[in-house]
């Protein structure tokens, strides 16, 4: 019996992971949501941003993802 590779696993739960976050920008705020198994919602106001980065490694960049820090006074970061 052949069982599943460990590198397909892998990627299948990258996938779902990167799928779970959505970020809404408005024109107040900017809210990020996460639905995996359960339901997370952080939001901020936009006058409260005070920096945000961007980070894209080399496979980030061939797949077109990359990790966003928006960093806010007074709490932690957004991600």
Known sequence: MDSIPHGFIIIIVTILVT??????????????????????????????????????GLIGRIFNVGTIYIHTSGQASLV
């Open 19 to 56: 799928r779970a976050y959505t970020y809404y920008l408005t024109n107040m705020r900017v809210i990020e949501e996460k639905v995996l198994l359960g339901r997370m919602i952080k939001e901020t106001t936009l006058d409260k941003i005070t920096d945000i980065v961007f980070t894209q």
